[in-house]
């Protein structure tokens, strides 16, 4: 039998084919109201009278389809599997609550537009649908984590969109970026009244991580992280403040501290400064230090609160090996005055520089020759489908990511070498020289897991104790014996 989907057409049609079953079904129809049974007949003598047995079986013997007595059963949803499975026939069974609800909400429809409320009626139950509060604190929460504009509420493409979700959008959401501005400052305000209670009700001091960052705008911003113990026992932190400073001056940082802490009330429950190994920070923890005991009159001294960032002092460990005391990052990044005079162009003397590191050098030279033209970069790219991270200053483990990939890409970096001859005669890398960046990678491995074993809520101060051994014993049998063999001039002298 082919394939039939119950609706209001064809509902007829199949029922008027079961040998008059409705007629049949009245001896018990209060027992057998589901529309299952439409499709069934009663029970002969010989067969069981408390079930419905399904119309569509076969009865006669002699029938090619009869295979087995016809199917019997008193409860719809089996006999509904029976029809679906060996007979095609889909019953949708609705719910007696749903049916009395859409009975009731038609009956809504019918007499609102008896009355001409019919569009209005409609409108309020979609636009009831939407809550004002919770559609606002989306959007303002989807400009700021994805960083959209403010005249996203201005383009018409926006609203087209949330109408095409909901048509009854219409002055429930801003058109004007002012408007956004003002909702965002007073969710800051909220969220900000919620940090303060959480930091003036902390079981702990609040302990303070500070640094300073330069934007793409190239403004200097200071930002400010508190790390605290809830009133639950819980480990905390949360973003204070992202100011704007004019230096990098210990005091400056100290005349944007303070009104943050004192905005929050947390002044007097100042615990440590946690920050890198400049010595501007030294100058705001001894300004910290004397206001406190001027103003304050409570103690507060460097020696006990300053506390230094383990990951820094890593990654000036891994500089003073990379580069020794005969040349410093800054030097390498820049030129002198004199060098203007020369009769060579300012990358030209960089590269110079650079070569003075050996082979750590040439791999910075080739690295960045590719990155000069987007013609180059696109031929690197082609040929390994990617390219090599570029080392810098600022971003600890950067040489040590740079090798990583230098060395696993060394067939592609060779092949660009000798497409690139003439220009990269100077920095062309020998076997020895691959020889020795792999010695280098594998040096610098133990300080880039000594970085990651010293950040996040697992670090602690007998972790980073343990870490400096590690470092020490790993520069003493390691450095010695196989770095000064092979660089004796770069290699700096442990004490």
């Known amino acids: 039998m082919a394939s039939q989907l119950v609706t209001d057409t064809s509902f007829e049609q199949i029922a008027s084919n079961t040998s008059d079953v409705s007629s049949t ?37 002699s029938d090619d389809n009869y295979k087995k007595a016809p199917y019997g059963e008193n409860r719809p949803g089996n006999m509904k599997i029976h029809l ?27 007499q609102a537009k008896a009355s001409g409320l019919a569009n209005d009626f409609e409108k309020g139950i979609i636009k009831g649908s939407i809550n004002h509060e919770v559609l606002i604190q989306a959007l303002i929460t989807m400009i700021v984590v994805r960083n959209l504009s403010f005249t996203i509420v201005e ?37 900000k009244d919620t940090v303060r209670r959480l930091l003036q009700s902390a079981a702990s001091s609040i302990h303070i991580a500070l640094d300073i960052w330069t934007s793409p705008n190239r403004w200097l911003l200071l930002g400010i992280v508190a790390h605290f113990t809830s009133v639950d026992l819980k480990p905390q932190r949360a973003l204070l403040a992202l100011k704007k400073v004019s ?20 002044v007097r429950k100042l615990g440590a400064i946690i920050g890198d190994n ?88 080739i690295n ?82 000594a970085t990651l074993g010293s950040q996040g809520h697992g670090a602690s101060l007998d972790n980073t104790l343990f870490l400096f051994d590690v470092c020490i014993k790993h520069i003493e049998k390691t450095a010695v014996c196989k770095i000064c063999s092979l660089f004796p001039l770069l290699f700096f002298e442990i004490s």
């Open 155 to 191: 383009w018409p493409e926006f609203h087209a969109f949330t109408k095409a979700l909901n048509p009854e959008t219409k002055g429930l959401l801003p058109t004007s970026h002012n408007t956004i501005r003002r909702y965002i400052q007073k969710a800051f305000l909220r969220h």
């Open 84 to 110: 679906e499975k060996f007979h095609k026939i889909y019953i949708k069974i609705e719910n007696k609550a749903q049916e009395k609800a859409i009975r009731q909400l038609n009956q809504l429809h019918l």
């Open 278 to 365: 400049a010595k501007t920070n030294d100058t705001l923890c001894k300004a910290i230090e004397e206001y406190w005991e001027e103003k304050l009159d409570m103690t507060w001294k460097v020696e006990d609160w300053r506390i230094r960032c383990m990951g820094h002092i890593i990654n000036l460990i891994v500089h003073a090996f990379l580069f020794a005391k005969a040349i410093t990052m800054e030097e390498l990044e820049s030129y002198d005055e004199e060098d203007i005079n020369l009769d060579i162009s300012n990358d030209e003397i960089r590269r110079v520089k650079f070569r003075l590191l050996g082979p750590l050098g040439k791999a910075h030279n």
């Open 368 to 449: 960045a020759h590719m990155r000069k033209s987007p013609m180059r970069t696109e031929f690197f790219r082609k040929m390994a489908n990617k390219l090599i991270p570029m080392d810098n200053r600022t971003r600890w483990n950067s040489w040590y990511e740079e090798l990583v990939e230098l060395l696993e890409l060394r067939d592609h970096v060779e092949k660009y070498c000798r497409e690139y001859e003439e220009e990269l005669e100077k920095d062309l890398l020998t076997p020895q020289d691959w020889k020795k960046l792999k010695i280098i990678k594998d040096f610098l491995l133990v300080f880039v897991r």
């Open 247 to 266: 230096g990098h001056s210990g005091l400056e940082q100290f005349s944007v501290l303070l009104p943050v802490l004192e905005d929050y009330g947390i």
């Open 25 to 61: 079904l009245t001896w018990k129809d209060k027992e057998w109201r589901s529309e299952v049974w439409t499709f069934c007949r009663p029970p002969n003598l010989s067969e069981n009278q408390t079930y419905l047995y399904c119309a569509q079986c076969p009865q006669d013997p």
